[in-house]
């Protein structure tokens, strides 16, 4: 099924086009509320640039409010569409056109920032664990990405509730919901989904978007991974994953809004072991692209 824009498809993929350029730029600079790591461990590391872009760049935040100035735009028309819908399960089963909006947003990346414990991370040479995550969630500290704010104020003035799904756990749902709100924003175990395997709320955050489906339409999907957005985007093959994305590209854009990240995603899971994850045929077509342009 395809899907009008309410803004041009030309666009949308300038849009995406620019993101993913950005997403792989590489600066190396301080990180925000960090001492300038002059150990070689921190530069060597491979999430280092990525951060150092989020943090530092002037690019990234213009990016990210870039990306939450085409929400709005496309919010103030799914709000007056009966027939708009960003949820494929709802859509399919139908009978939602009378329901009041709804916004479905991930929050870390997407409007947490979480850069001051990725950057611990670095600095300590460590790896994600549960336990370390955890206690970063319960201390309350994640900011605001760039643009999220207004974003959040643009959809209550037009009457659209917002829902929050997030993988964070249960056990630091009361913390996510008291961080949220020192940020200013509306939040309650009402609206902050949290996930739960053993309650039926696996990573795949299908059954709680159904829940939200049960008493509004949802019009605007919003997040830092297509898995936030559909599902079928776990998967470990890159082929098949990048299958997917682009059989569902109508979306994008309109009612799937995508927030850039390049630190860390399901798409890490899905990369070939060792140097098959880059292609250096890539740049040579792309140098001779630019060559031809010119």
Same mark, same amino acid.
């Given at each position: 099924? $395809? %899907? ?6 030309? @666009? ?8 993913? =350029? *950005?997403?792989?730029? #590489? ?20 999430? @280092? ?17 870039? /990306? ?27 009978? %939602? ?15 947490? !920032?979480?850069?001051? %414990? ?29 643009? =999220?704010?207004? @974003?959040?104020? #643009? ?7 917002? %829902?929050?799904? /997030? ?8 913390? /996510? &919901? ?8 509306? =939040? ?14 696996? !990573? ?18 919003? +997040? ?19 299958? /997917?994305? $682009? ?9 799937? &809004? ?10 890490? $899971? ?6 098959? =994850? ?5 740049? *040579?077509?792309? +140098? ?7």
């Amino acid at each position: 099924m $395809r %899907f009008p824009l309410a803004i041009s498809s030309r @666009f949308c993929r300038l849009l995406l086009c620019c993101t993913l =350029a *950005a997403c792989v730029s #590489s600066v190396a600079l301080p990180l925000r509320g960090q001492e300038a790591p002059d150990g070689p461990n921190a530069r060597n590391d491979a999430r @280092f640039n990525a951060l150092a872009w989020m943090q530092s760049s002037a690019e990234y935040r213009l990016m990210a409010e870039q /990306t939450y100035r085409l929400a709005m735009v496309q919010l103030s028309v799914a709000v007056k569409d009966p027939a708009w819908c960003a949820d494929e399960v709802q859509i399919r089963e139908g009978g %939602f056109e009378k329901k009041p909006p709804a916004v479905i947003l991930d929050l870390d990346e997407t409007v947490l !920032d979480n850069s001051g %414990f990725n950057a611990r991370m670095i600095i300590d040479d460590a790896l994600f664990t549960s336990e370390s995550w955890n206690a970063w969630c319960n201390e309350e500290k994640a900011t605001l990405i760039p643009g =999220a704010m207004d @974003f959040i104020r #643009s959809a209550d003035g037009l009457g659209v509730s917002l %829902f929050f799904i /997030t993988n964070r756990e249960d056990p630091v749902r009361k913390a /996510t &919901i008291a961080n949220l709100k020192a940020l200013g924003i509306e =939040a309650s175990e009402k609206n902050v989904l949290t996930k739960n395997p053993d309650d039926g709320r696996g !990573d795949d955050k299908v059954s709680r978007r159904a829940m939200v489906a049960s008493s509004h339409r949802i019009v605007m999907l919003v +997040g830092d991974s297509m898995s936030d957005l559909c599902s079928g985007m776990d998967e470990k093959d890159q082929a098949r994953r990048n299958q /997917t994305a $682009r059989d569902k590209t109508a979306m994008l854009g309109s009612r799937w &809004i995508m927030m850039p990240n390049p630190v860390y995603g399901s798409w890490e $899971r899905a990369l070939p072991a060792g140097n098959q =994850a880059i292609d250096p045929r890539r740049e *040579a077509a792309t +140098g001779k692209q630019a060559a031809k342009s010119r």
